[in-house]
Each structure stands twice: as structure tokens, then as C-alpha cells.
């Protein structure tokens, strides 16, 4: 018998933020502390029940890979900022593997921009952020979590997986493993990476939304930033919507076969990408053509219809959560 009170011990706020990257076991959560199952609506995934009411919908993921350092946004460190060009005390860097920076003098580097309390509860953000400020009591900000990953890539690993090593499945994997989605014409876990100023990529690799051990069907499907989103969905020269809705039969037809000889679950992928992709051919250019946000609202998000920018996927991210998408990163 599970002894309740000590699971509840375990699952602290750092334990909890951990396990939910790790599986939508999770999800049982609510019942344990509850201490009764409320029935929810069900889902079209694996969780086809749910312990309590499902309150959100959709999950928008900001991956900010490039972006500024928490300890210069929303995380301030009061003893950082009073060492600033101070050696690195070497109790903090002992034993560490520290990459680049193997050999060369470690200073305390604090932050460029003084911090600023807002909102009723007086929370301390950069002063370089005022309109998110002005909402800061909307927003939940955690401050306890921790890692032990010193570079970039480890670190995105452990925040989209909850391991530092490549393998496990990405957050969105495992939410529309556990959920399914409500889009019908659009993949359930789509990803929309940006391009800097000088047109650069964002800094992060495809592992960082990978389904891991999980069927390939549940990877985040990559929209480009600039050009065809999706590579592939223009029909060739003479080649009709029917003549392809053939093709795209024939093959499932084919791949069905195999499948009831083998019985390999990738074929089941591949038979669901092919239907999927035949979808998006319509879905996709609808889903691009934001003409019709109008200008107002263009400028609210500070983009020109695709330009690849940050600002330009946060605007395609709603649309896509407006379409049923799970989950967007």
C-alpha cells in the first residue's frame, strides 16, 4: 500500500517541476493530493481519463535559446551584482568541468541593468521589461530550480527532457503521448524556431523536441522560419490535389500490407505522416496568411509577416493554439 503522506513529502515544488518533463504520469498528481478522482473529459491519448478537470488547453513553450541570462531577467542575485569583476571564488568552480573557459581567470560578471519591483507583490524583474511588469501578477515565476548542466546544450536538454544526456522524450512529446490533440489538419506538437537581427538560426538543436523512446509519431514537427514552412507540401508541375490524394492512398495501401505482416508501429507513423502532410498542404498556407490580423495588431506583436522573427512566431504560436495544436514550442 502506497503511504500517501510521504509520496506527498517527496513530491516537492523542485521533485514536481522534474517528473512533469518526464512522463505524464505526473498527471495522477491531482488524485493524491486530492485524496478522490474527479472525473474528466477524455482525451485522444493515452490518458483517456483524466483525475481532475483539464483546465488548460494548449501549452505555448518559449524556448528562448540565444536569448538573455535568467540572472539578467527575472532571477536577480544580489551577491553576484556586489562581486562584478571579482574573481570567481573557487568554491563554486572546483572540480567543475568548465569547457572553454579551462585555464583562463574566472571573473563575476553581474548584471548590465538594474532590477525594478513591480505589481502588488513587489516582484524584482530587469527594468528593461516594464510592460511585462505591468502583468507580473499574472504570471507564475519560479525561482527554485536548479541544474547542475554548466553548457548550453546539456542545459536545453535537461529543460526540454529532465535529463542532461539525449534520449528521453522532449515536454511536448510526452503531452501529446498523454493528451492527443484537437488539430485535425495540423500536427499536435509543432515547433517554430526564429531568426536573430543578422538572420542567424536560433542556437538549438532537433534533439531538443525528439519523442525519444516514444513512437516517432509524437517529435515536434519544425515549421522554417523563412521560405516554405514545410518543405515538400507544393505539388510538382501537373500534378493535381487528386492525383496526389491517389498517390498518398496507394502507399498507405501498400504500408497497411506491411503493417499487418510485421507489425512495426514506425509503419503506423509513416501510414499517419502521409495522411497528416496531405493535410497540411491545405492547412498550412491558411495558417501562414496572417493579412488578415490587420495592422493594429501586427505592430502589438512587433513583426512583418515573415520575417522569421521571434516576435512573428509568437503570433503564428497563437494561431496555431486557436487551431487545436497541443502544444507549441
Given at each position: 500500500?502506497?503511504?500517501?503522506?510521504?509520496?506527498?513529502?517527496?513530491?516537492?515544488?523542485?521533485?514536481?517541476?522534474?517528473?512533469?518533463?518526464?512522463?505524464?504520469?505526473?498527471a495522477?498528481?491531482?488524485?493524491?493530493?486530492?485524496g478522490?478522482?474527479?472525473?474528466?473529459?477524455?482525451?485522444?491519448?493515452?490518458?483517456?481519463?483524466?483525475?481532475?478537470?483539464?483546465?488548460?488547453?494548449?501549452?505555448?513553450?518559449?524556448t528562448?535559446?540565444?536569448?538573455?541570462?535568467?540572472?539578467?531577467?527575472f532571477?536577480?542575485?544580489?551577491?553576484?551584482?556586489?562581486?562584478?569583476?571579482?574573481?570567481?571564488?573557487?568554491?563554486?568552480?572546483?572540480?567543475?568541468?568548465?569547457?572553454?573557459?579551462?585555464?583562463?581567470?574566472?571573473?563575476?560578471?553581474?548584471?548590465q541593468?538594474?532590477?525594478?519591483?513591480?505589481?502588488?507583490?513587489q516582484?524584482?524583474?530587469?527594468?528593461?521589461?516594464?510592460?511585462?511588469?505591468s502583468?507580473?501578477?499574472d504570471?507564475?515565476?519560479?525561482?527554485?530550480?536548479t541544474?547542475?548542466?554548466?553548457?548550453?546544450?546539456?542545459?536545453?536538454?535537461?529543460?526540454?527532457?529532465g535529463?542532461?544526456?539525449?534520449?528521453?522524450?522532449s515536454?511536448?512529446?510526452?503531452?501529446?503521448?498523454?493528451l492527443?490533440?484537437?488539430a485535425?489538419?495540423?500536427?499536435?506538437?509543432?515547433?517554430l524556431?526564429?531568426?536573430?537581427?543578422?538572420?542567424?538560426?536560433?542556437?538549438?538543436?532537433?534533439?531538443?523536441?525528439?519523442?525519444?523512446?516514444?513512437?516517432?509519431?509524437?517529435?515536434?514537427v519544425?515549421?522554417?522560419?523563412?521560405?516554405?514552412?514545410?518543405?515538400?507540401?507544393?505539388?510538382?508541375?501537373?500534378?493535381?490535389a487528386?492525383q496526389?490524394?491517389a498517390d498518398?492512398?496507394?502507399?498507405?495501401?501498400?504500408?497497411?500490407?506491411?503493417?499487418?505482416?510485421?507489425?512495426?508501429?514506425?509503419?503506423?507513423?509513416?501510414?499517419?505522416?502521409?495522411?497528416?502532410?496531405?493535410?497540411?498542404?491545405?492547412?498550412?498556407?491558411?495558417l501562414?496568411?496572417?493579412?488578415?490580423?490587420?495592422?493594429?495588431?501586427?505592430?502589438?506583436?512587433?513583426?512583418?509577416?515573415?520575417?522569421?522573427?521571434f516576435?512573428?512566431?509568437?503570433?503564428?504560436a497563437?494561431?496555431?493554439?486557436?487551431?487545436?495544436?497541443?502544444?507549441?514550442?
Open positions: 500500500m502506497i503511504n500517501e503522506t510521504h509520496l506527498q513529502q517527496q513530491l516537492r515544488r523542485r521533485a514536481f517541476l522534474t517528473r512533469a518533463v518526464q512522463g505524464p504520469g505526473i495522477a498528481l491531482g488524485s493524491l493530493m486530492a478522490e478522482t474527479v472525473r474528466a473529459d477524455a482525451t485522444s491519448g493515452v490518458l483517456r481519463e483524466l483525475p481532475l478537470p483539464q483546465k488548460a488547453k494548449r501549452i505555448i513553450w518559449l528562448m535559446a540565444g536569448g538573455p541570462s535568467q540572472l539578467e531577467t532571477d536577480p542575485k544580489p551577491k553576484l551584482a556586489e562581486m562584478h569583476g571579482q574573481p570567481m571564488p573557487e568554491s563554486l568552480t572546483k572540480g567543475q568541468q568548465l569547457a572553454q573557459l579551462q585555464g583562463r581567470p574566472l571573473v563575476c560578471f553581474g548584471p541593468h538594474p532590477f525594478e519591483k513591480f505589481g502588488e507583490s516582484i524584482e524583474i530587469c527594468s528593461l521589461f516594464p510592460h511585462i511588469g502583468v507580473i501578477q504570471i507564475c515565476l519560479i525561482r527554485s530550480m541544474t547542475e548542466a554548466i553548457n548550453h546544450d546539456p542545459a536545453h536538454m535537461f529543460m526540454n527532457t535529463s542532461q544526456i539525449a534520449g528521453r522524450p515536454m511536448g512529446s510526452w503531452v501529446t503521448y498523454g492527443g490533440s484537437d485535425v489538419d495540423l500536427p499536435g506538437f509543432v515547433v524556431t526564429s531568426l536573430g537581427r543578422g538572420g542567424q538560426n536560433q542556437p538549438i538543436a532537433a534533439r531538443q523536441w525528439s519523442s525519444g523512446f516514444l513512437p516517432s509519431r509524437f517529435q515536434g519544425q515549421l522554417r522560419s523563412k521560405g516554405d514552412p514545410v518543405l515538400y507540401l507544393t505539388n510538382p508541375p501537373g500534378i493535381t487528386d496526389q490524394q498518398v492512398d496507394a502507399i498507405n495501401a501498400l504500408n497497411r500490407h506491411h503493417l499487418s505482416v510485421v507489425g512495426d508501429t514506425e509503419i503506423s507513423t509513416r501510414i499517419a505522416q502521409y495522411e497528416m502532410a496531405f493535410q497540411m498542404q491545405a492547412s498550412i498556407p491558411e501562414m496568411d496572417v493579412n488578415g490580423e490587420g495592422a493594429p495588431t501586427l505592430e502589438l506583436y512587433g513583426c512583418q509577416p515573415g520575417d522569421g522573427s516576435a512573428a512566431n509568437c503570433l503564428l497563437r494561431r496555431l493554439a486557436e487551431r487545436g495544436v497541443r502544444f507549441i514550442q
